[in-house]
């Protein structure tokens, strides 16, 4: 057995992560199972190839910088207020209670001494960033109301955590039971929330005002490579000067970070950069979590692991719940955010390593809590499932009690356009056919361009549109035709076989930037596919030919207009 190098251990799991979330896929199971068995093959509890378990943390640590960063790009200041009345509360309590359940279960059930059963139990309070992101993202729930509470509760449960990091260090001779020490912890308690204070303070006066300032004049370039440096810059160089100057979180600080960027110009710009490096890190987080497993525990004190798993799953998913449905929430919203809260993740484990470094907590506590992170992980894409087809029964059987009180497009709708993608040629070609009378359907993943869509005035479906269930709500079957204006055709492909699955006699136009674009877009279904820079040649030309000295005695066309 022997470590790796950075190069080896990311190519491991790059590929381990890809064939076992192959087949996980293959299976109809989360993706995230696949990534967690990689891990665990990784690691050093099991043989074989075995990475460096100290390196992938660490890799993993930069995909939780820049997911928050994204998550953080879509989340405005205005949003999180106008949760604060149940994220605060609401996170507080649930981290409270299940504090107290872990306690219990640590001091009477485990055998842990009353400082252990309390970094045990704060341990299990808090969930994981990348799962909960992950199951509403993939519904699309992240821009919705509950994906802000969700989002909220979070941020309140990182701040406590900070805190909880801050005091666990001279609160440690009185958690081991040490006799005769003593330590004041009001002194430490306000030079944190001083430093987290002068941390939002900074980025209000500051950061506000200098980083959409650096990012505009750096976009001036027109350089994309330095634009995606400079995003990335932002991100990690905020994420890590927060922790070092501030003593935040890189997480916290990156999530500051974009949703101080959101108000620039050039936010969405800067999230299509950034999400290649997002997805991809993301998935060695779940790698990491993997190679920090020993599944022997699974068999050496299988009763223990069902204890630490039922506080997790049943605790926190029945306490918020309980809290949700008390601030006069629907029950559907309560269930969503139990679900997205059944997990643990990053900074338990960080609490659980700093609880073994100062002897407070034994390693079998690390150890089932790592245990029952893994079965909560892999768990919570069933409960989101569950959800979806509890949802779908509800609509089905009780259409009355579902939730349509803004439906994006009409019910009556028939004979229009689906126009997948509300760019700059979408968002043309969308004014030009609604200006002749022509119904428009707008379906696009990036939330501003669904707002703008909505703002002139078009019904607009928010998802990707790769996914048949987003494309169901643009009442395929009743329009005539559907313009694919996305500029990726590999995407584009994929629509265009979701869409004539959904509707094979519906006419379909895509565009595409070369000739095997074109043949691939035709290949997929396509009925027409055009080239951009074709058609640009094409009105250039005539632009020339059109000049008196090349027209000749020809007149001009006497609508002719330019744009």
């Known amino acids: ?236 160089g905020v994420a890590f000067g927060s922790a070092t100057l501030f003593g935040v979180s890189f997480a916290l600080g990156a999530f500051f970070a974009g949703m101080i960027l959101n108000e620039s110009e050039f936010s969405h710009q800067a999230a299509n950069e950034t999400l290649p490096l997002r997805d991809a890190f993301a998935v060695l987080f779940f790698v990491s979590v993997g190679m920090l497993f020993d599944p022997a525990i699974l068999l050496e004190r299988p009763w223990q692991v069902l204890a630490t798993f039922a506080v997790i799953l049943v605790g926190k998913a029945s306490v918020a719940w309980l809290i949700v449905r008390a601030s006069g929430r629907p029950t559907t919203t309560a269930l969503t955010i139990g679900a997205s809260l059944a997990q643990i993740g990053e900074f338990s484990f960080i609490l659980a390593g700093l609880g073994l470094q100062l002897r407070i907590l034994p390693p079998e506590g690390q150890h089932l809590i790592l245990a029952g992170a893994l079965l909560s992980i892999i768990v919570n894409p069933l409960l989101f499932a569950w959800l979806d087809r509890r949802r779908a029964y509800e609509d089905a059987v009780l259409p009355q009690q579902a939730d349509h009180l803004s439906p994006p497009v ?100 895509a565009r595409g930037h070369s000739d095997a674009e074109v043949k691939h877009l035709l290949e997929h279904g396509a009925d027409a596919a055009v080239m951009a820079e074709r058609e640009l040649a094409h009105s250039l030309a005539e632009m020339v030919m059109a000049m008196p000295i090349y027209r000749g005695a020809r007149r001009l066309p006497p609508a002719a207009a330019a744009y």
């Open 1 to 236: 057995m022997h470590h790796t190098s950075l190069i080896a251990i990311l190519v491991a799991g790059f590929v381990l992560a890809f064939i076992f979330g192959a087949i996980a896929q293959r299976l109809r199971l989360s993706p995230l199972v696949g990534y967690l068995v990689a891990g665990v093959i990784a690691g050093p509890f099991t043989p074989g190839f075995v990475g460096d378990p100290t390196l992938a943390p660490q890799l993993a640590e930069i995909g939780v910088i820049l997911l928050m960063f994204g998550v953080g790009l879509h989340f405005s200041i205005r949003d999180l207020l106008a949760v604060k009345n149940i994220a605060v509360p609401g996170a507080l309590a649930e981290m409270t209670a299940v504090t107290t359940i872990g306690w219990l279960v640590g001091k009477y059930l485990l055998g842990f001494s009353g400082g252990a059963s309390f970094v045990f139990g704060l341990s299990l309070s808090v969930a994981s960033t990348v799962v909960l992101m992950r199951g509403l993202e993939e519904r699309r729930l992240l821009d919705s109301p509950t994906g802000h509470i969700a989002m909220g509760w979070l941020i309140v449960e990182d701040l406590a955590m900070v805190l909880a990091l801050v005091l666990l260090p001279p609160l440690a001779g009185a958690l081991r039971g040490d006799t005769g020490e003593s330590v004041d912890v009001w002194p430490v308690l306000l030079t944190t929330l001083l430093k987290v204070g002068a941390f939002l303070a900074f980025m209000m006066l500051i950061g506000r005002r200098v980083i959409p300032w650096v990012l505009e004049r750096v976009a001036g370039t027109g350089s994309r490579e330095l634009f995606t440096l400079c995003v990335l810059a932002i991100a990690l």
């Open 410 to 509: 009409p019910d009556d709708l028939h004979g229009h356009v689906i126009m997948v993608g509300y760019g700059r040629v979408g968002s043309e070609l969308a004014r030009l056919l609604t200006g002749h009378g022509v119904s428009v359907v707008v379906v696009d993943s990036e939330v501003h361009l669904v707002e703008r869509a909505r703002a002139a005035g078009l019904p607009a479906v928010r998802g990707n549109a790769v996914n048949t269930a987003v494309l169901e709500e643009a009442l395929p079957a009743r329009a005539h035709m559907a313009m694919v204006a996305i500029p990726n055709a590999l995407e584009a492909g994929e629509v265009i076989a979701a869409l004539r699955s959904l509707n094979p006699a519906l006419s379909i136009a």
